[in-house]
């Protein structure tokens, strides 16, 4: 059986026996992520199984038909059953799914990237950030580091002025730019974060994905990103632009910016 359906089976366990215990879902469902969050680890270390994707087959493949009004369930679990599918989208992160960036910026640092096997170290827990943490010489925490958070959700680092395409391994992300940190009462949280990345030219809405990456660290984080960089591909000689001073006009051609991010096509997350 494919990881995702295990672990599928696994969150109707989990949900199950929580019910069955009368434990409701505010305080069960935080507990039940913590523990798929660690089983999805354990099942698929490359993290293309997140507990949002478990959630996401466990609703579609086992609740869809368990709330059916023709089913036998009794109706004080199916009350359970929902308060919990709600609790666990709350959490996990609703809605539309992710938007992804392709790479856009220049043709021969995507070819050496592809060449390159020194991709982003990808950082999944607290063990992970220190053991990346104790690798990184005094110079290097001078200037901010570069991440991506790839289709997985997960934040990869790497050394500072790297390039974002070579952190990314060349792929799609969900989230570019720089990163500082800082040590805070004996644990490290994050400075400064950022959206600047013209090799991605991410929209400042990908700030949801890169604080769900830090957040299943979990890292210490501002509420949104302290230096914000918007992105426009220029309609008229499609030329990419940084908008500055909500001024929307091409600063190669002086044609319109639009108001919505376009610089490049949608890609779907690895999350459905
Ligand atoms: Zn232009």
């Not at 215990?21 to 913590?34: F, H, L």
């Not at 087959?57 to 009794?74: H, K």
Request: hydrophobic fraction near 45%; charge should be negative.
């Amino acid at each position: 059986m494919a990881a995702d359906l295990q672990l599928t089976e696994f969150l109707a366990m989990l949900v199950g026996v929580a019910l069955d215990a009368g434990t409701d879902a505010a305080t069960g469902a935080p507990q039940v992520i913590e523990i798929l969050t660690a089983a999805c680890d354990l099942a698929d270390p490359a993290g293309y199984v997140t507990p949002h994707h478990v959630h996401r087959m466990w609703r579609v493949s086992r609740l869809a038909s368990v709330l059916r009004p023709d089913s036998p369930t009794p109706d004080h679990f199916k009350a359970g059953l929902r308060a919990y599918d709600e609790t666990l989208e709350e959490l996990l992160g609703g809605g539309l799914p992710e938007r992804g960036y392709r790479y856009v910026g220049p043709a021969e640092l995507a070819a050496g990237a592809a060449r390159s096997t020194l991709s982003g170290t990808r950082i999944a827990s607290l063990a992970d950030f220190a053991s990346w943490a104790a690798r990184q010489t005094p110079g290097e925490w001078a200037e901010p580091f570069t991440y991506v958070v790839g289709l997985d959700g997960r934040l990869r680092l790497a050394p500072r002025r790297s390039e974002h395409v070579a952190c990314a391994g060349g792929a799609a992300v969900l989230g570019a730019g720089e990163i500082t940190f800082v040590r805070e009462a004996g644990r490290w949280a994050v400075g400064e974060v950022s959206n600047q990345s013209t090799g991605y030219c991410p929209d400042v809405t990908s700030w949801r994905a890169v604080a769900r990456a830090l957040d299943g660290i979990p890292l210490r984080r501002p509420t949104a990103f302290t230096h914000e960089v918007v992105f426009r591909r220029c309609p008229a000689c499609a030329e990419h632009n940084i908008v500055r001073e909500v001024d929307f006009v091409c600063v190669f051609c002086g044609g319109d910016l639009p108001e919505a991010w376009n610089v490049d096509g949608v890609v779907r997350s690895a999350r459905p």
